[in-house]
């Protein structure tokens, strides 16, 4: 419970910072005769959205297990990591079509005065807090909801350093830099999104863990005593955590309890050892005397 509860708290956080962080940059760019603050108002307002989202994904994924989802309800952080990531396209798109239209109307580039560019630094400031402290938790407790969330924040930085880049610009009458630096924004926005998407697409399709995660569990298995052989090895991302399942090769002479405490000592190793992995399914095999590995002694894996 306490991993949500960390990821609730800087979510929260988040959202009040962009609460004032918007309403600051549409009264600048008004006041202050900038389009492009507005546009960053808001896009700072979307990020409202997203961190709503996580919240929600949070509310869900903490409920336990039950009789119509027996795995419990982690997934629903990869779901709403996988929402994020199409609000981070379409705000990518938004942005290079708006900077895209003003690169062919530069006559509708108004000159605005310094308030939206002192806005924009302190912005700029806020937004890397918000990501770093964000991005820090998301490492931490594995969300991927939350990593899109900071990369939310990220692109929203990005997005008024382009705002920025194009506000002094006009100001040293070079219009065309807002449109340009917009379309550079949007392309590393876009990107962000992209590659989110197909991370979150492949955990909603039981994308397994990382090779090196896998290594570890198969020479944990390995070195409990009992275990001739690692025959096969599967594992699907749920959430944050993971499921495995595993089939051990043990002496075919020992009863059927023997060969149940091996392979129930081989979970324990597992899930202790392994944070991120919620639950491990152990399906013990005899020893195969024709197979060259059970019968050197020499442990490794046949797959």
Not at 4 to 31: C, H, P, R, W
Not at 51 to 57: H, R
Not at 97 to 126: A, C, D, H, R
């Amino acid at each position: 419970m306490e991993r949500y509860d960390e990821s609730t708290n800087v979510t929260i956080k988040s959202i009040i910072i962009n609460v004032i962080l918007s309403i600051i940059k549409v009264i600048a760019g008004i006041v202050g005769n900038s389009s492009a603050m507005i546009a960053d108002g808001i896009h700072s307002a979307s990020d409202i959205v997203t961190s709503l989202g996580v919240l929600i994904g949070n509310f869900i994924s903490k409920k336990p297990h039950d009789k119509e989802h027996n795995y419990g309800h982690e997934r629903a952080e990869t779901l709403m990591a996988f929402v994020l990531s199409l609000v981070l396209i379409v705000v990518g798109f938004e942005i290079g079509f708006n900077s895209l239209k003003l690169l062919f109307n530069l006559e509708k580039v108004k000159t605005p005065t310094i308030l939206p560019l002192i806005i924009g630094f302190v912005s700029i400031i806020f937004k890397e807090y918000q990501y770093y402290i964000t991005i820090k938790v998301a490492n931490k407790i594995n969300s991927p909801s939350l990593k899109a969330d900071a990369w939310h924040h990220r692109s929203d930085s990005l997005s008024t350093v382009g705002a920025l880049i194009g506000i002094a610009g006009s100001m040293l009458g070079f219009k065309i830099l807002d449109p340009i630096a917009g379309t550079l924004v949007s392309l590393f926005v876009l990107k962000v999104g992209l590659d989110i998407l197909k991370i979150s697409a492949n955990e909603l399709m039981d994308y397994s863990i990382e090779k090196e995660d896998e290594q570890k569990l198969i020479n944990l298995a390995l070195n409990t005593n009992g275990v001739y052989n690692v025959k096969s090895l599967k594992s699907r991302r749920h959430g944050a955590m993971a499921y495995v399942d595993l089939i051990i090769c043990v002496d075919s002479e020992i009863s059927v309890y023997e060969g149940h405490e091996i392979a129930h000592n081989v979970e324990e190793k597992i899930i202790r050892e392994i944070e991120k992995i919620k639950g491990v399914t152990v399906h013990v095999e005899p020893r195969n005397n024709n197979c060259k590995i059970c019968k050197s002694n020499k442990k490794n894996i046949d797959f």
